[in-house]
């Protein structure tokens, strides 16, 4: 597969050698997702750029001149090709092939900081605790998303992205304050004690979780 760093981007097929491109426009942009046939680039003053081939850049209509935040790739609630992207503050961008582009405003208006598709349900993460989840179903009057509690000290945890191995779900926070659930229902997470750490990114490779932050 290609990867690809944004904003004055580079791509490479093999993760060694590297083809650097001009920048697109003064927009910096965040966060890219991919769905097999085309690119997704999110940025600030609510800027979406698509792609098919990483070299001829269009710019769509986001309906929000908010920085967007994160861009992810998954599928809606019928199985169907699903971008989903996180605005700054606290609202959603949903799209099924990345060109129209439809928001929903969300409660509680909370930076969010990272979208997932994960366990079959979507999944984003922000700041002071601000966990909320959709099953995809796109259809009218069902696009909003469920606040998910994770207690009483829920306000220590800003995630900045959250990951499932199967059995268990991690959301990554700010200073260490992380937090697990096996089920991810209301009250029913573990939040660690402050380790000053930050891991800024974390995966599952056969159900191990993988982070790199710093701290």
Known sequence: PNFITVPSYATTTLGTAWTLHPTLTSTDFSKIAYNGSLY??????GKIYTSADLSVWTSRTSNTSLDITDVSYGLDSTNTDLFVATVINGDILYSSEGIVWYAVNTTPDVQLNR???????????????????????????????????????????????????????L?????????????????????????????QSVITVSTVFWAVGNG
Do not use: C, H, P
């Open 40 to 45: 997704v680039a999110v940025g600030t003053a």
């Open 115 to 169: 979208v997932r598709y994960l366990n079959s349900m979507w999944w984003a993460v922000g700041n002071a605790g601000n966990v909320i989840k959709w099953d995809g179903d796109i259809s009218i009057g069902n696009t909003d998303w469920t606040v998910v509690s994770l207690g009483s000290s829920s306000a220590t945890v800003s995630g900045v992205d959250i990951a499932w191995n199967g059995t268990l779900y």
């Open 171 to 199: 959301i990554s926070a700010l200073g260490g304050f992380n937090a697990t659930s096996t089920d991810g229902a209301d009250n029913n997470w573990t939040i660690q004690s402050a380790t000053g750490e930050t891991w």
